[in-house]
């Protein structure tokens, strides 16, 4: 049984940093694709780093401040976030893949329960 369990998030200062990860099990990271998105109220889920076979990518409105990377290690994945803005503000989510495009929810097959990130003006 795949499962998702992300963590890290909480209140956050604009202008602060936060890290997230998300801890992997029943699946072996090191050959799926692993992202992150992120849902705030009313919006639609949205695409914001993947880290893929052929490469890392981020959504347009965090690059240059967040980094995803992977954690070997501990089966987990990493997303650094920096000079965060109140736009930031929203769940959290990471997922794995098989196959397709990263920015795209419907290539992940499996999901965490969320991670609240909210950030204060």
């Known amino acids: 049984q795949v499962q998702l ?3 890290g ?3 956050v200062q604009a202008g602060g940093s936060l890290r997230l990860s998300c801890a992997v099990s029943g699946r ?3 050959t799926y694709g692993m992202g ?3 849902q705030a109220p ?3 889920r949205e695409f914001v780093a993947a880290t893929w ?3 890392t990518f981020y959504g347009t409105s965090v690059k240059a401040r967040f980094t995803a990377s992977r954690d070997m290690a501990k089966n987990a994945v990493i997303l650094q ?3 965060l803005k109140p736009e930031d503000t929203a769940v959290y989510y990471c997922g794995t893949s098989l196959r397709g495009s990263p920015s795209s929810a419907s290539s992940y097959d499996y999901w965490g ?3 609240q990130v909210t950030v204060s003006s």
């Open 36 to 38: 992150w998105f992120r």
């Open 9 to 11: 998030g909480g209140l």
């Open 113 to 115: 329960q969320g991670t």
């Open 5 to 7: 369990v992300e963590s």
């Open 42 to 44: 009313g919006k639609e």
């Open 28 to 30: 072996s990271i090191n």
């Open 81 to 83: 976030m920096n000079s």
């Open 53 to 55: 076979w052929s490469g």
